[in-house]
């Protein structure tokens, strides 16, 4: 695979814009109502044909976004309207890239698990391997297993070690800050090793990480102090199946659960607002997806392994069903 700089960016993929909300469905029985299809990515046969799009990450300062291709090998850079710049590949250290984090200077770490104790490679700005993580001081990086990351506004970067059931802080520096555990006193089943980890996420001041298996989402303060959990282990109305990534927006927090093929829509208590989404191959639908992004638009970016898709959708505030008409109320389900 070519890799294409930046200073070669070319639109290599054809968007499909439409302009009116997906027909919503009609009755509860059906599932959630749709969110507004804007736009996919990815699907067979397109120009941007992905292969298990695992991870998708807003670079907010160059309004880029990154895509983990990882059956590719490779990371695809959009711009916002989802036109083609440029893409990470043809390195024989970006192998089965399963997340990516953008720093304010540029620097770009992709997580793999291809590559003995060096599960994080880092690259330059165009996309130039640089080094692997160093992980200075701290635990021994050997006995991590490092299964997904994010960023803060202050370049700290958190790493979730799923051997340790823990979050290790590192600075942009590479240099040990400091490490809490996941779980809580009254979370002692989620102590066994069996417990997995979801796409952690830094957002409004707080990290957010999904436990699937549980049906909750932990909240946590920048400095590792535990905040909440919210959601609790269901197939109802604000209840999560298997939620495995999270997302914010001004209003609230979005969780994506994998097995109840929905987006869940809280306030930032944590109280179910509501829900979209559903089993389905429709525009708007999903079907075991796998990773979330909300980006400054109030779009949801979704990415699921049928069709190896990336669907871009609009969402709603959570206050907003007080403006809606008659005819597309039932767009958002209120609790």
Not at 89 to 100: E, R, S, T, W
Not at 206 to 228: A, E, R
Not at 246 to 263: E, F, P, Q, Y
Request: proline share 5%; aromatic share 12%; hydrophobic share 40%.
């Amino acid at each position: 695979m070519v890799q294409v700089s930046r200073e070669k960016k070319a639109v290599v993929t054809v968007l499909i814009f439409i302009g009116l909300f997906t027909a919503c469905i009609g009755s509860s029985s059906a599932g959630p109502p749709r969110l507004k299809f804007l736009f996919s990515l990815g699907a067979p046969g397109s120009d941007l044909e992905f292969a298990q799009p695992q991870r998708i990450f807003l670079d907010g300062k160059f309004h880029e976004y990154y895509i983990t291709d990882t059956g590719h090998n490779r990371i695809v850079i959009l711009d916002q309207r989802g036109f083609y710049l440029f893409e990470i590949g043809d390195n024989d250290k970006l192998q089965f890239p399963l997340d990516v984090v953008v720093d304010t200077s540029g620097y770009i770490l992709v997580l793999s698990n291809s590559f003995k104790d060096e599960p994080i490679q880092v690259f330059d700005y165009n996309g130039e391997y640089l080094h692997p993580f160093r992980f200075l001081g701290g635990p021994d990086s050997k006995n991590l297993v490092i299964c997904s990351m994010t960023i803060d506004p202050r370049n700290n970067y958190y790493l979730a070690d799923a051997a340790g059931k823990r979050i290790l802080v590192y600075n942009q520096a590479e240099e040990f800050q400091f490490e809490f555990p996941l779980f809580h006193d009254n979370e002692a089943d989620a102590s066994n090793e069996e417990q997995e980890i979801g796409s952690i996420y830094y957002g409004n001041d707080h990290l957010y990480v999904p436990i699937p298996m549980m049906g909750m989402v932990c909240s946590y303060t920048s400095d590792g102090t535990f905040d909440k959990t919210f959601g609790n282990l269901g197939d109802g109305f604000g209840e999560l199946s298997f939620p495995i990534s999270v997302a914010t927006m001004n209003s609230g927090i979005v969780v994506l659960d994998k097995h109840r093929h929905t987006l869940i829509v809280y306030d930032n208590s944590g109280i179910p607002k509501a829900e979209f989404g559903g089993m389905g191959i429709e525009p708007g639908w999903f079907y075991h997806p796998v990773s979330l992004l909300v980006d400054d638009q109030n779009r949801a970016w979704v990415a699921q392994g049928l069709d190896n898709l990336v669907q871009i959708l609009q969402l709603p505030t959570v206050d907003e069903p007080a403006t809606l008409t008659e005819e597309n109320k039932t767009v958002i389900k209120q609790r």
